[in-house]
């Protein structure tokens, strides 16, 4: 009798975990769709949970002005369920443009989460998902974010974070493009430590600022035409800096929670 209980609850030991390695590709998608509130979405998922694919679609939002974006190609992920039953997440996201390398996430009981290197490169265009003031500026090009580690555990961050905004355009001026910026945050969080700064381009931006322990930004730089540009060029970036900021001689001031 015991020994086929043994039999009978190994078998539903291989079956559930058959059918949980098995479990469909839908059911990330709608966990992705349900935890980012619709932002992200994954179209056209096809595998298993544990490994599959699909297309990545981003809704910015009402306040960006645009509907959907699409981004070429699909992502693949692969999932560790025997660790996952371990009390480990060892996830592993793919995408030949989105990401310069794979993206690795671990995870574990605690709640510490650590992701490894890589760069992350989206459209500029889902900028204006975050409200002021890209829904004004709305702003075209290519952004990136990229890390060497980060661990986040306890709503504390370890590591500094590297974006740019390259090929930049806006819906304010037809000057196309019109810089590449860089923004460092360093320091973790709290106490993160921001510095914006420009690579190149006829539009100069620059600025320093902090997020607080309660998250929040304050920033003060500014915005101008850099002296040596044409008189041509400038005339078609005045109106974009006159709306960045209030005017300060040749300048537009920059700020956010001052």
């Known amino acids: 009798m015991l ?6 609850l190994a078998a539903a030991a291989s079956i559930g975990a058959t059918a949980l390695v098995m479990a469909p590709a839908q059911w990330v ?12 979405l994954l179209a056209e998922a096809s595998g298993s949970a544990w490994r599959g694919r699909a297309s990545v679609v981003l809704s910015p939002g009402p306040d960006g002005g645009i509907a959907r974006i699409s981004l070429p190609e699909s992502l693949s992920w692969q999932l560790s369920p025997w660790r996952l039953l371990a009390g480990t997440v060892d996830l592993t996201l793919t ?15 605690s709640g510490r989460i650590e992701l490894l290197a890589t760069t992350v490169r989206l459209p500029a265009t889902v900028l204006a998902g975050l409200g002021a003031p890209f829904n004004t500026i709305r702003p075209g090009g290519l952004i990136s974010l990229a890390w060497q580690r980060l661990e986040i555990h306890r709503g504390s961050l370890q590591g500094d974070l590297v974006g740019e ?29 921001l510095k914006l700064s420009t690579l190149s381009g006829p539009l100069e931006l620059t600025g320093d ?3 607080d322990k309660g998250g929040t930004v304050k920033f003060a730089g500014r915005a101008r ?13 005045a109106g974009m800096v006159l709306l960045l900021g209030p005017r300060d001689g040749d300048s537009a001031i920059l700020s956010i929670g001052h």
Do not use: K
Not at 95 to 109: G, T, V
């Open 95 to 109: 995408h030949p443009s989105a990401l310069l390398r794979p993206l690795q996430l671990r995870a574990d009981l």
């Open 225 to 237: 035409t850099l002296p040596s540009v044409d008189a041509s060029t400038r005339a078609q970036l």
């Open 165 to 193: 905004w390259q090929f930049a355009t806006s819906a304010l001026t037809t000057v196309a493009p019109f810089g590449h910026y860089r923004l460092l945050a360093e320091g973790g969080f709290p106490g993160t430590r």
């Open 3 to 8: 020994r086929a209980l043994l039999y009978a």
């Open 29 to 40: 998608a709608s966990a992705v769709a349900r935890a980012t509130e619709d932002h992200i």
């Open 209 to 211: 600022g902090t997020i």
